[in-house]
């Protein structure tokens, strides 16, 4: 109201010193309470997942059962070939006469039967 009565009159309104303090209060306050309000939007604002496209989703297949004979043939099996390979790493020529012995003895060979070597 005085700054429209010192326009009216021509007169060189200056606001006093106080006023601009609190001024500057204000404009702090406004900013603490636009910062406390952001806080809680991000607060409660539900997170976006990110959604796969057709082509990466993969439908859920069942598996299927193993009966316990199937699975210890096929430990079995890698448990020879392990074994088989860190032999071979170490002496090739032990790899020949194992087979020699397994023809004697008439031992059928597991990789053989299940075509891995």
Request: charged content about 35%; some cysteine; glycine content about 2%.
């Amino acid at each position: 109201m005085l700054r429209f009565i010192a326009q009216l009159l021509n007169i060189k309104y200056e606001p006093c010193k106080s006023c601009k303090i609190l001024k500057e209060q204000l404009k702090i306050e406004r900013q603490n309470n636009k910062d406390l309000l952001d806080q809680i939007i991000l607060i409660t604002k539900p997170e976006l997942r990110q959604v796969l496209a057709e082509e990466d989703r993969k439908p859920v297949t069942s598996r299927r059962f193993v009966p316990w004979s199937e699975k210890q043939r096929q430990l079995e099996i890698r448990d020879k070939n392990q074994i088989s390979a860190e032999i071979r790493r170490q002496n090739p020529q032990i790899i020949d006469e194992i087979d020699k012995l397994e023809n004697e003895l008439g031992v059928e060979d597991a990789s053989e039967k299940s075509g891995t070597v």
